[in-house]
C-alpha cells in the first residue's frame, strides 16, 4: 500500500492538500476560550425577606427550600447563605457534564414544591431560580467623569439602560449590579408624630394600599347597549397608582367627623431614594454603578467578551452628558493574550524543529520533507477537533505544541532511513525509499500505536480531571495518527522525488557536528558494552533510578492547576462587626489612596458594603479588583501579578481597625472568585452560631500553627453587635395590644415595611415605610415608639418589651442540610494546595468535636475527587502500551525491554519540575503520561533493530544491541532533539498563561533529555538481559549466529 503512493506521488499530495484546506476552514471557525466547559453547572435559588435577620431567613426559607431541593437527580453539593438584609442565595452545583437547562426544570420543580410553606412576603418578593456562575466574568463600570451625576442616579441610568441590554448578549447568565441603589419611593416617618396623633404604621401601610392601587374602570358605551343607535364606546381611566413624591405626601391617612385630614406629609417626608443604603460601587474614588457580568454555563467567553463591547459602544451614543463607562475587569483579556503566547510558542518551536531537522539531515532538501509534516498535522487536527465538538483553549494548544516533535518523528524515521539507504548500498531515491518503508513501516505503526495505547484511557476518564486530560489526549492522538498518515503517504512520495544519493556537501560547522556525533556514537556504544559486561551493577543503579523516583514523587508538593498571572487581583475588606458603611468607605477609599501608588498598578474597582467572599451585603466589608497594567508592560519578575500583589498587602496591613486579604481568583475562572482551599465545616447537632465559630476558630489556629499551611480565614462571625427584643406577652395582652401591632412597628421603623409598587419611568418599584434614621440611630430611640391596643390607647413601645445588647451572626451559612461556615486557606510558600489539603484534613480529623464533620467544595471538590486519577491513569497508560506492544511482537519478553525505559523519563520529567520549583498538576501528569509514549517511541527504535539484527541476522545478542543503539541513534537524537527543542519556548514562558505553558514544559524538557541520554544506556542493557532470559526459557527462532 505504502508502495502505491510512492509511485503516484500526486495522490499522496493531493490527500494532504485536501486534509490542511479542510482544518484550515475549522481553524478559521474555531471558538476560542481559556478553558473548555469543564465546571460543574450551578443552578442558583434566590428570594428576598425584607426586615428579616438571618438566624430567621434562614428558619422561615432556607430550611423548607433546602429540604426539597436535597437530593435532586445530579446534584454533588449545595449551599447557602441567610444575610440579615434579608437576601437568601442558594447554589445547588451539579456533576461535571450534567445539563444545565436540565438542572434548572429540576430545581425549580422542588423549589415549586416548597413554595406553599414560605412567608407571604417571600411569596410576594418571588423566588427566582436561575442558571449562573460562580465567579464574575466582566465587570461594566459607568461613572460621572466630571462627577455631575451621583451614585443614585447612575444606578439607575445603569439599570433602566444598559443593564437589561447586556443580559440578552447571547452567553451571558445574569447581570447583577454589586452596588444596586434602585430607585424606591422612601416614606421616611416621624414615630413621635405619629404617636401624637394616634396613627400606627399599620395605618399608614393601609392607607397607602388602600390609595396606591390599580383598578380597571370598565368603559362607557360598551354593549349591550342602551339604544340601538348608541354612537361611542369609551374606556374609563382612573388615576390609579400613583407616581410623584407629592402624590404620596397627599395620601390622607386619618379623617375624622370634623373633617380634619392626616396627611403622610404630617407625619414624616417622602423622597425618592434608593431600595437599599448598604452597598455603593465606586471607581477609583468616584460614584459609580457596577454591573458584574456572569457567563453562562457551555456559552463562549469571547463571544460574551466581543457582545458586550459592541453593545456598550452602541448604548454609548445614547448616553446623556456626564456619564462614560469603563471595562475595568475582563477575564477574556487574560484569554486573548495567553492563547496569543501560546500561538506564538507553537510558531517558534515549528522553527526550532525545522532548525534541528536541517541539522541533523544536514540538506534543505531533504528537510523539507520532515517539515512539511507539521502544518499538516497541526492544522488538519482542528477539523477533527471541530468534528467533536473542541475548542481552541489553553489545552488543546499546549497539546499541538507538544505534539510538534512528535509529528516530525515518523517522517524523520523515513528520510533517515532512506538516506542510509542511499549512501550505504548505493540505491536510488526511488529503490532506496520503497526498501526503507519495508523496513520502518512496522517500527512507525508501532511507535503511533503506543502514544494511542497512551491516551486511550485518558480521553475515558470521567469528572472534571477526565475533561481536561481529554483535551490534551484527544489533541495529541489525532495529530499523531495525521502524521502517522502523511508518514505513510507523504513523506516517502516526497522522499522518491526530492532526495538525491549523495546530497550537498555539509559545511565546515556542519562537518564539525557529524564529527562530534560520530565521536558521541562511538562513545555510546562503548559505554553500552561496558554496562553490559558490568550488567549487575548497571541494574542496581537502575534500581537507585526507580527509588528516586518514587521518593521524588512522595515529596514532591502536589497541586490541581498552577497558578496564573491573570493581569487583576482582588482585595476583601473587612471591619470590626457592626461598623457602619460610612466607616466602610472611608477605609475603603485610604486603601485605594495607597494601592494605585503601587508601580504596575492601571486602576481599582471597589464597592464599600459587599463581602466578595461572603457574596453577600454587609456594611462592615469592601471589596476591590485590582486591575494591573498590560503584560506587555510587565515583563520585570517584580511586576508579576503574585509580586504586585505581595507589596499591596504589605501597604494595606499598616491600616488600623480592618482585615485586608488580597487574593486572586483559581486558574479556571469558572470554579470560584478566590484560589486557594476551601474547606466547609459542618454542624451536625445544630447547635448555635457562636459554638459553630468556637470550633472554627480553634480549629484555624491549629491549621496556622502547621508549615504546610500559610493562612487560614473564614467570612463567618458569630459576635456581631445585636439588639436582641423580648416580649412582655403578658403585659402584651393586659394591655389589649394585638401582638401581630408590636412585631409590625418594630419591623416598619427598623427595617422598613415593602407595603406595595408605583410605576415611574416605565418600571415598577417598590414603595417602602421606615422611620427617619435619627429615630433608629441607637437602641435607646425604640422607646419613642408607640403602639395602639384594640381600644385605641396609644401604648408605650418599651413597657411591652425588654431590649439587650447581644452578640450574633450577619450572616448563617448551610452546606447540605447542615449549619456550616467555610475556611479558606492558601498553601504556605514552598508547598502545593495539595499539601494543603492533607494537611487541613489531617487536623480536622484529629481534633474536631463529636457532632461536627467537614468536606470540600469549589475547585478543592474537584481536586480531592480527582484524588488518585493520576495513578491510575499512568498506570492505565503503561498498562495499554505495554499490551499492544505485546501485540505488535507476539512476545511477552521483548516489550518489557521498551517499557523499562519508561523510568528514565519519569525521572528526568520529576527531577527537572523539582529543580525548577514546580509541582505535580495536571499539566506535569500529562507531560508524564506523554513520556510513556515518546521514550517508549524511542526505545521502539532500538529493539526493533536489535531484534531484527539477532533473528534473522543471528548476530549475537550484545552485537545486535550496541549495533542497534550505535546504528538507531542519530534518529533517537533527531527525534529527541526536535522534540526537546519544540518544548523549550514552555520552559522559558512568560506573561499570560506562563504558568501552565512551564508547568507542562518542565515535565516534557526533563523526561526527553532523560529518556534520550539515559534511555539509549537503558534499553540495550535490559533488552539484552530480557532477550537472554527469553532465549533460555523460551522457544525463539534465532537465524545461524554469525561468527566473527
Not at 231 to 242: C, K, N, Y
Not at 311 to 323: A, H, N, T, V, Y
Not at 841 to 847: E, K, L, M, T
Request: with cysteine; net charge negative; glycine share 8%.
Amino acid at each position: 500500500m505504502v508502495e502505491y503512493f510512492i509511485r503516484r506521488p500526486k495522490f499522496a499530495i493531493v490527500l494532504s492538500i485536501i486534509m490542511t484546506i479542510i482544518g484550515l476552514i475549522a481553524l478559521l471557525k474555531a471558538p476560542v476560550e481559556q478553558y473548555p466547559n469543564v465546571a460543574p453547572p450551578e443552578i442558583e435559588v434566590s428570594t428576598e425577606f425584607t426586615g428579616a435577620n438571618a438566624e430567621v431567613l434562614r428558619d422561615t426559607v432556607a430550611t423548607e427550600i433546602e429540604k426539597e431541593v436535597n437530593g435532586v437527580e445530579g446534584m454533588i453539593y449545595m449551599r447557602s447563605k441567610s444575610a440579615s438584609d434579608g437576601n437568601y442565595i442558594l447554589t445547588v452545583a451539579f456533576e461535571v457534564g450534567f445539563d444545565a437547562d436540565k438542572a434548572q426544570i429540576l430545581v425549580q420543580n422542588r423549589v415549586n414544591r416548597a413554595m406553599a410553606k414560605l412567608p407571604e412576603e417571600v411569596k410576594r418578593s418571588g423566588v427566582k431560580v436561575e442558571k449562573t456562575a460562580s465567579n464574575i466574568m466582566m465587570a461594566v463600570m459607568v461613572h460621572s467623569p466630571d462627577q455631575s451625576k451621583d451614585g443614585l442616579f447612575l444606578n439607575n441610568y445603569a439599570n433602566m439602560n444598559i443593564k437589561d441590554e447586556l443580559a440578552r448578549v447571547n452567553g451571558v447568565s445574569k447581570v447583577r449590579n454589586i452596588g444596586d441603589m434602585e430607585y424606591a419611593m422612601r416614606i421616611w416617618l416621624d414615630p413621635l408624630k405619629m404617636a401624637s396623633l394616634g396613627i400606627v404604621p399599620e395605618d399608614v401601610a393601609s392607607a397607602i394600599g388602600e390609595q396606591n392601587v390599580i383598578r380597571p374602570a370598565g368603559s362607557v358605551g360598551a354593549a349591550p347597549y342602551a339604544t340601538e343607535t348608541s354612537p361611542f364606546q369609551m374606556v374609563v381611566r382612573t388615576e390609579g397608582r400613583l407616581r410623584h413624591e407629592q402624590q404620596f405626601e397627599d395620601i390622607v391617612v386619618k379623617a375624622d367627623t370634623s373633617g380634619k385630614l392626616v396627611r403622610i406629609s404630617d407625619l414624616g417626608r417622602v423622597e425618592l431614594g434608593s431600595q437599599q443604603y448598604i452597598v455603593k460601587a465606586m471607581y477609583d474614588q468616584s460614584d459609580a454603578a457596577l454591573l458584574a457580568i456572569y457567563q453562562a454555563p457551555g456559552a463562549n467567553a469571547l463571544e460574551i467578551s466581543e457582545g458586550i463591547y459592541a453593545k456598550m459602544e452602541e448604548l454609548k451614543s445614547r448616553f446623556p452628558q456626564g456619564i462614560d463607562y469603563q471595562i475595568p475587569y475582563n477575564q477574556t483579556e487574560f484569554v486573548k493574550v495567553s492563547i496569543a503566547e501560546v500561538m506564538e510558542t507553537l510558531v517558534i518551536a515549528i522553527i526550532l524543529v525545522t532548525a534541528v531537522t536541517y541539522i541533523f539531515l544536514q540538506d534543505w532538501r531533504t528537510t523539507i520533507i520532515p517539515v512539511i509534516a507539521i502544518p499538516v498535522s497541526v492544522i488538519a487536527t482542528f477539523a477533527v477537533m471541530q468534528a467533536m465538538g473542541m475548542s481552541m483553549n489553553m489545552l488543546t494548544l499546549l497539546g499541538l505544541v507538544l505534539s510538534i516533535g512528535a509529528v516530525v518523528d515518523a517522517a524523520i524515521i523515513v528520510v533517515e532511513n532512506v538516506e542510509r539507504l542511499m549512501a550505504e548500498e548505493d540505491l536510488s531515491a526511488m529503490d532506496a525509499t520503497i526498501k526503507a518503508m519495508q523496513e520502518v513501516t512496522g517500527p512507525i505503526l508501532a511507535s503511533a500505536l503506543v502514544l494511542f495505547a497512551v491516551f486511550g484511557p485518558v480521553t475515558m476518564m470521567p469528572g472534571l480531571t477526565g475533561q481536561l486530560y481529554q483535551q490534551f489526549g484527544i489533541t495529541l492522538s489525532v495529530s499523531i495518527a495525521i502524521s502517522t498518515v502523511n508518514a505513510l503517504t507523504l513523506t516517502p512520495a516526497l522522499a522518491a522525488i526530492l532526495m538525491r544519493p549523495g546530497g550537498p556537501k555539509p559545511g565546515k560547522w556542519l562537518q564539525a557536528f557529524n564529527k562530534y556525533l560520530d565521536k558521541a556514537t562511538a562513545g555510546l556504544g562503548n559505554t553500552v558494552t561496558l554496562m553490559i559486561k558490568r550488567l549487575t551493577l548497571s541494574m542496581i543503579g537502575f534500581g537507585v533510578m526507580i527509588i528516586a523516583i518514587v521518593l521524588m514523587g512522595y515529596k514532591m508538593p502536589s497541586g490541581f492547576l498552577p497558578d496564573e498571572d491573570s493581569g487583576n487581583f482582588f482585595v476583601n475588606i473587612e471591619l470590626p462587626q457592626a461598623a457602619s458603611l460610612a466607616r466602610t468607605e472611608q477605609i475603603t477609599r485610604d486603601a485605594i489612596e495607597m494601592v494605585l501608588q503601587e508601580q504596575g498598578v492601571a486602576s481599582v474597582v471597589s464597592a464599600p458594603g459587599f463581602s466578595l467572599l461572603g457574596n453577600a451585603a454587609a456594611s462592615n466589608s469592601a471589596m476591590m479588583i485590582v486591575n494591573l497594567d498590560h503584560w506587555s508592560e510587565r515583563t520585570d519578575a517584580n511586576l508579576h501579578m503574585k509580586a504586585i500583589m505581595g507589596r499591596v498587602q504589605d501597604k494595606l496591613n499598616q491600616i488600623k481597625n480592618a482585615d485586608i486579604i488580597s487574593f486572586f481568583a483559581p486558574p479556571i475562572p469558572a470554579l470560584g472568585m478566590n484560589s486557594g482551599f476551601e474547606m466547609r465545616l459542618e454542624d451536625t447537632l445544630g447547635r448555635s452560631p457562636a459554638e459553630l465559630a468556637a470550633v472554627g476558630d480553634e480549629l484555624m489556629a491549629k491549621a496556622m500553627a502547621h508549615p504546610a499551611i500559610d493562612f487560614t480565614y473564614t467570612m463567618f462571625r458569630a459576635n456581631t453587635p445585636q439588639v436582641e427584643v423580648k416580649l412582655k406577652r403578658d403585659k402584651i395582652k393586659s394591655t389589649n395590644v394585638d401582638l401581630q401591632s408590636v412585631y409590625m412597628t418594630l419591623q416598619t421603623y427598623l427595617g422598613g415595611l415593602y407595603v406595595n409598587d408605583f410605576t415611574e419611568f416605565g418600571r415598577n418599584y417598590k414603595v417602602f415605610l421606615q422611620s427617619e434614621a435619627q429615630s433608629r440611630s441607637d437602641s435607646s430611640d425604640i422607646s419613642s415608639y408607640y403602639v395602639r391596643s384594640n381600644d385605641g390607647k396609644m401604648v408605650p413601645l418599651n413597657s411591652l418589651i425588654e431590649i439587650s445588647n447581644v452578640l450574633g451572626a450577619e450572616a448563617v451559612e448551610r452546606f447540605n442540610l447542615y449549619s456550616s461556615l467555610m475556611i479558606n486557606g492558601v498553601a504556605a510558600p514552598g508547598y502545593s494546595s495539595g499539601q494543603a489539603v492533607a494537611a487541613m484534613a489531617s487536623i480536622a480529623d484529629s481534633s474536631l468535636p463529636s457532632g461536627y464533620k467537614y468536606d470540600w467544595s469549589g475547585l478543592t471538590y474537584q481536586e480531592q475527587k480527582a484524588g488518585n486519577a493520576a495513578p491510575i491513569m499512568f498506570g492505565m497508560a503503561m498498562l495499554f502500551t505495554f499490551l499492544f506492544l505485546v501485540a505488535q511482537y507476539e512476545s511477552w519478553v521483548t516489550p518489557l525491554a521498551i517499557i523499562l525505559c519508561v523510568p528514565t523519563a519519569v525521572f528526568g520529567a520529576l527531577f527537572h519540575t523539582w529543580i525548577m520549583g514546580g509541582d505535580i498538576n495536571i499539566y506535569t501528569q500529562v507531560g508524564l503520561v506523554l513520556m510513556v509514549g515518546m521514550a517508549s517511541r524511542n526505545a521502539i527504535l532500538i529493539v526493533e533493530f536489535a531484534k531484527e539484527l539477532r533473528e534473522t541476522q543471528g548476530v549475537s545478542i550484545v552485537d545486535a544491541a550496541v549495533s542497534a543503539t550505535k546504528l538507531r541513534f542519530r534518529a533517537v537524537l533527531m527525534t529527541a532533539f526536535s522534540f526537546i527543542l519544540g518544548v523549550v519556548p514552555l520552559v522559558i514562558a512568560t506573561g499570560a498563561g506562563d504558568g501552565a505553558r512551564r508547568a507542562v514544559g518542565y515535565s516534557t524538557f526533563g523526561g526527553m533529555l532523560a529518556a534520550t541520554v539515559l534511555g539509549c544506556l537503558v534499553v540495550p542493557v535490559v533488552w539484552v538481559m530480557l532477550q537472554r532470559m527469553r532465549e533460555r526459557f523460551g522457544k525463539v527462532n534465532i537465524a545461524a549466529e554469525k561468527v566473527a
